[in-house]
């Protein structure tokens, strides 16, 4: 069973519009997640990190929150613009010395006109 | 751009065919990765190498071949594969601190994959 959770695996939303992406994960010990967007064809590129004391971090018109207690992670898109439209994906670090990453299925977003 | 290129950008290939996938990092990291990413699954690491020494190889077939002659350049050679193998092969650098990940700031930076189909 995948360690990373993703919610809803697709959406569709209307532009100008505002969502929000769901991560929930059991890896653990955890030292910090990452939300990645991937444009189709392309290689994931980082919009945020955050460690586990923080609960929340914006990046422009994406914000994550973390709840290390409940082990959740959301990403926030604010207005939405048709460029938002690609693949979120959710990456834990786990606190283990290892390099791997422990990443989620991701959750497809278009935005439409 | 990420700093990391890959080519070829998409490949079609034969089960009997040998080819090659490039990528070369132009961010003087000291790590570099190969990942595959499966239609609805998550990414998968591959390959790990760490100041040109292989550091984990997550159980794939010997038809996968890495090379990895400097910090910048990674190689994964590809032989008599099977259709399964069909995904978007991804690769990625990061700057290691002493072996062992940063507990903040820790980042990988990807390139834009090479899609394969094996025909």
């Known amino acids: 069973k995948n360690q990373v959770e993703q919610s809803p695996q697709s959406l569709i939303i209307l532009e100008g519009k505002n969502c929000t992406l769901q991560c929930n994960y059991t890896v653990s010990p955890f030292s910090n997640l990452r939300w990645y967007k991937q444009d189709t064809g392309r290689g994931p590129v980082s919009l945020t990190i955050?460690?586990?004391?923080?609960n929340t971090k914006s990046n422009g018109r994406y914000t994550a929150t973390l709840d290390a207690d409940t082990k959740q992670s959301s990403l926030h898109i604010t207005a939405s613009q048709l460029s938002d439209s690609a693949s979120y994906i959710c990456v834990v670090i786990p606190d283990t010395g290892r390099r791997a990453l422990t990443f989620g299925s991701g959750t497809r977003l278009q935005v439409q006109p | 751009e990420t700093g990391v290129t890959q080519t070829p950008r998409h490949l079609v290939m034969g089960m009997t065919n040998k080819k090659s996938l490039k990528c070369e990092q132009h961010l003087g990291h000291n790590a570099m990765y190969w990942y595959k990413q499966s239609a609805k699954k998550p990414l998968e690491l591959m390959f790990v190498y760490n100041f040109k020494e292989q550091t984990e190889n997550n159980s794939v077939p010997s038809r996968f071949s890495p090379e990895c002659p400097n910090s910048s350049h990674l190689f994964l050679h590809l032989h008599t594969l099977q259709p399964e193998d069909s995904a978007l092969y991804l690769c990625a650098s990061s700057q290691d601190v002493g072996g062992r990940p940063r507990r903040e700031g820790y980042e990988q930076y990807f390139g834009p994959g090479t899609r394969l189909t094996v025909t």
């Open positions: 955050m460690t586990f004391s923080e």
